[in-house]
């Protein structure tokens, strides 16, 4: 039996080995030992839409791992546009008490959002990106730092490098990913 560090369990109700492989698949690590004698995993992940295409079977009957389509974005509760309501409407109530001009164009916001979604599947969820919203705010107070307006904080270019986008948000989403790791054992 080998152990995998979860570091952010999906809330979808996924199994522990079907988690792992998500995690190990996002850090481009191989999976292939978690199905040596059972494609459950692979079963669940395609049934919720992590998987677009099953993989198909060699002549031994072996999955051949590389045919797997993934989804791009880590389908949440709902659609990715009632994800980024949600996440729109939490972000600019956050930020409104902050001042008014830092709680954000609510387009701009949302713009932002889905940017962020589509780079970073893995914070595709209303808990972690609340979780680090707070976390952000509650540093800078501590801090007693200037705070970014609603979404700058979601994506920001650097003034000198246009082309590279940057993300408080996705920095403290990491961060939140690192406080509350999960050791899974799998089967």
Request: hydrophobic content about 30%.
């Amino acid at each position: 039996m080998s152990k995998l560090i979860i570091t952010y369990p999906h809330p979808e109700g996924l199994s522990p080995n079907a988690q792992a492989i998500l995690q190990l698949k996002n850090r481009n690590q191989e999976f292939e030992q978690l199905l040596e004698n059972n494609a459950t995993p692979l079963d669940e992940l395609y049934n919720k839409k992590y998987i677009l295409k099953y993989p198909t079977r060699n002549e031994e009957g072996k999955l051949e791992l590389s045919s797997i389509i993934w989804s791009n974005l880590r389908p949440p509760e709902g659609s990715i546009e009632e994800l980024i309501d949600k996440c729109t409407e939490y972000i600019r109530s956050k930020f409104k008490p902050l001042g008014s001009g830092l709680i954000g164009d609510k387009n701009k916001v949302k713009d932002n959002l889905k940017w962020f979604f589509e780079q970073y599947p893995e914070y595709s969820d209303y808990e972690i990106v609340a979780r680090a919203t707070d976390r952000y705010i509650n540093t800078i107070r501590q801090k007693g730092g200037l705070y970014r307006n609603a979404h700058y904080f979601i994506r920001k270019y650097d003034l000198h490098d246009r082309g590279t986008p940057t993300s408080d948000l996705s920095t403290f989403c990491e961060e939140i990913d690192s406080i509350s790791p999960t050791t899974v054992n799998l089967l």
